[in-house]
């Protein structure tokens, strides 16, 4: 069968003309200096405008494959066998071919615009405000820091200080018992979970995740490397028994769940299901990764069990980190499990990076063990209220009916359902962009597009009335009785 272009394909048609025209140049059908068909020709022939070859053409005279010669037409190079003519990498089919898929093309645009000059009302991002920051504390912090030895490599761990620090932490605000040598330090929750999918998985192995979730976003799960399992979140959390129908004809290998104020529908796992998880993975030796970055942050301040202090036979993997507590631009963050696996994960994150920055966990410990510390987690706690009440009295004032939202007891985001099913997300991102808002649209967080998250944590106090104002006046532009 000849081959055409595939419009079904989100490769634009004049790469895939491309990319085809160089395999048949590289395997000798369009030898050195040989004619290749001309535009009209190959335009005609595969249904595309002339213009969508010449894009093509111009992709392979910069990867130094074709010359355009005047009264000629598009030649191939005569130095492509080595005789002088330079060739170039194709720097896209490398880019194409690499491990690691291009991120979600919604959440590409989501970083253009916030790292812009523009003033943009930021719903986005699942970080802290500038507000929340204990940043007089932190510079207290480094004014007090002494460098009495060389900043040399550290501990392939992580910092001793710090680890310590991060386990009487976790003894106090999580009720999780551990010991310094159980943890390793990472460059945040995320790196975590990229040391364990490429530390302990390996491709074809079945791992399901939470939908919607913030590991929905990653694209190391959409990768080529893992068969990836989707299992629906409730208001009460997952539904356990969907685990043992995914195992049964999947055999999963491992749990990514964010049960405490979960990220983005802000539901909490009750204590129940977590216990009938744990029952489910011990019976089936699944292991879980437990991401706990919220916990510490609920409003009324009492202690959630996590999984990890519920586990009592080395099921759970727990990830968290600093930086919805502290700084996103800190970068701490940590796992605690089994030592076997903390060795083997301080090895890989030894051959990705070599060691962790000495200063921020130097910074870390000191702030983990400062007496102001619970002040901090504190005014958090009535900060995010704060936001949190402010946001959900603004969509009922501008969206009643428009909009419905489960309303989260902590964390930092409010996941919100479009009530009218036929608003296109892609136009409703692109006329809050228009007005200086930006969210975060549901398709970045899973597999439903009548959602949206607002993350009231990141966006200034002050500036919520109007962030959802201007978004309340895109979304009505796109219903038609409005």
């Not at 005609?44 to 010669?69: C, D, H, M, P, Y």
């Not at 964390?411 to 975060?440: M, P, Q, T, Y």
Request: aromatic content about 8%.
């Amino acid at each position: 069968m000849e081959w055409r272009p595939d419009r079904t394909s989100k490769i634009p048609l004049y790469k895939q003309i491309a990319n085809y025209l160089e395999s048949r140049i590289l395997n000798g059908e369009f030898p050195p200096g040989s004619r290749l068909p001309s535009e009209r020709d190959l335009a005609n022939r595969w249904k595309v405008n002339r213009s969508t070859v010449n894009n093509a053409f111009e992709e392979l005279r910069s990867a130094g494959l074709v010359q355009r010669i005047i009264g000629h037409g598009t030649v191939v190079n005569r130095g492509m066998m080595g005789n002088g003519t330079k060739q170039f990498p194709n720097w896209d089919m490398y880019v194409k071919q690499g491990y690691y898929p291009p991120n979600n093309p919604l959440n590409q645009k989501i970083y253009q615009f916030i790292r812009t000059d523009e003033q943009m009302i930021n719903f986005a991002i699942g970080e802290l405000s500038a507000d929340l920051q204990p940043i007089k504390l932190i510079q207290d912090i480094c004014s007090s820091i002494k460098l009495d030895s060389d900043l040399g490599y550290e501990h392939i761990q992580g910092n001793i200080t710090l680890r310590e620090a991060i386990s009487e932490h976790m003894k106090t605000y999580r009720n999780i018992e551990s010991t310094p040598s159980s943890i390793l330090i990472t460059s945040g929750a995320q790196q975590a979970i990229h040391l364990i999918i490429r530390g302990l998985l390996k491709p074809g192995d079945a791992v399901a995740i939470e939908d919607p979730s913030y590991a929905f976003s990653l694209p190391i799960f959409h990768s080529e490397g893992l068969n990836t399992h989707l299992l629906p979140v409730q208001n009460e959390g997952i539904d356990p028994d969907q685990i043992i129908a995914l195992h049964k004809r999947h055999r999963l290998k491992m749990l990514f769940l964010n049960p405490t104020y979960q990220n983005p529908t802000g539901t909490t796992l009750d204590l129940e299901r977590r216990r009938r998880i744990l029952e489910i993975c011990s019976k089936f030796g699944i292991a879980i990764v437990e991401d706990d970055p919220y916990s510490i942050i609920g409003y009324d301040g009492a202690i959630i069990d996590s999984m990890k202090s519920m586990d009592k036979e080395g099921l759970v993997l727990y990830v968290s980190s600093l930086t919805k507590i502290i700084a996103s631009g800190l970068r701490i963050g940590w796992i605690l499990g089994p030592q076997t696996v903390i060795n083997h994960l301080a090895d890989v994150k030894q051959q990705f990076d070599f060691s962790h920055p000495n200063l921020p966990q130097l910074i870390a410990a000191k702030l983990l063990s400062s007496k102001h510390f619970d002040e901090h987690i504190r005014r958090l706690r009535e900060g995010l209220k704060i936001k949190r009440d402010l946001t959900v009295q603004s969509l009922e004032n501008e969206l009643k009916g428009i909009i419905s939202f489960f309303v989260p007891e902590g964390g930092i985001h409010l996941w919100c359902k479009l009530n009218d099913e036929e608003i296109d997300e892609n136009l409703l991102f692109k006329e809050s962009l228009k007005r200086g808002v930006v969210f975060a649209p549901g398709s970045t967080l899973g597999s439903d597009h009548k959602y949206i998250r607002f993350t009231y944590g990141r966006v200034e106090t002050k500036s919520i009335p109007e962030g959802i104002r201007r978004f309340a006046q895109s979304l009505k532009s796109l219903i038609p009785t409005c």
